[in-house]
T-cell receptor, first 113, second 113 residues
Framework: GDSVTQMEGPVTLSEEAFLTINCTYTATGYPSLFWYVQYPGEGLQLLLKATKADDKGSNKGFEATYRKETTSFHLEKGSVQVSDSAVYFCALSEQSGYSTLTFGKGTMLLVSP | DADVTQTPRNRITKTGKRIMLECSQT?????MYWYRQDPGLGLRLIYYSFDVKDINKGEISDGYSVSRQAQAKFSLSLESAIPNQTALYFC????????????FGSGTRLTVV
């Protein structure tokens, strides 16, 4: 079945540091890929998505590129802020109209001033 | 008002009790989902519904049941709560295409003692 593997956290960074959170996937078809963010005490919010190979999703300074050859969708940000501290989830959904989201285990990011 | 509303936000219940978690959405979407979040395990799908007459089991449906009362309402029941059902529960909704994102509620934190 489908699966998503994320790097384990927590990832601890200083403000303005470069961020990478690795995500790789296993899927039977050509899935859509997503990054969700969960701030403390809140539900998950869609951060960005990509629906086909080589697409780049971007939002709020975060980027991720759909790499079919390496089955990866790594999340990057050039300069993190304290307010980026949250849990980040990578997820996939098959292109079938009857699929559901499969999530990774999440990666906690802690940014210090 | 929030797009997806979950009630209650927090609940403590005793082992063996029946409990219902409620979810309503104002997005006008047909699809609704219940996920469970546990530390280190990410989100796991309990049940999902693609329309009012459709109910499907997810990967961890044992011990749970659901009811889709209307397009906008999807409730989750624990027939006889047990301590290992202590978790954060999320309801979500989505549109009809696989590459749509999900909109999540703020979650219900359930503790079974």
């Amino acid at each position: 079945g489908d699966s998503v593997t994320q790097m384990e956290g927590p990832v601890t960074l200083s403000e303005e540091a470069f961020l990478t959170i690795n995500c790789t996937y296993t899927a039977t078809g050509y899935p859509s890929l997503f990054w969700y963010v969960q701030y403390p005490g809140e539900g998950l919010q869609l951060l960005l998505k990509a629906t086909k190979a080589d697409d780049k999703g971007s939002n709020k300074g975060f980027e991720a590129t759909y790499r079919k050859e390496t089955t990866s969708f790594h999340l990057e940000k050039g300069s993190v802020q304290v307010s980026d501290s949250a849990v980040y989830f990578c997820a996939l959904s098959e292109q079938s109209g009857y699929s559901t989201l499969t999530f990774g285990k999440g990666t906690m990011l802690l940014v210090s001033p | 008002d929030a797009d997806v509303t979950q009630t209650p936000r927090n609940r403590i219940t005793k082992t063996g009790k029946r409990i219902m978690l409620e979810c309503s959405q104002t997005k006008g979407h047909d699809r609704m989902y219940w996920y469970r979040q546990d530390p280190g395990l990410g989100l796991r799908l309990i049940y999902y519904s693609f329309d009012v007459k459709d109910i499907n089991k997810g990967e961890i449906s044992d011990g749970y049941s659901v009811s889709r009362q209307a397009q906008a309402k999807f409730s989750l029941s624990l027939e006889s709560a047990i301590p290992n059902q202590t978790a954060l529960y999320f309801c979500a909704t989505s549109g009809g295409q696989a590459n749509y994102g999900y909109t999540f509620g703020s979650g219900t934190r359930l503790t079974v003692v």
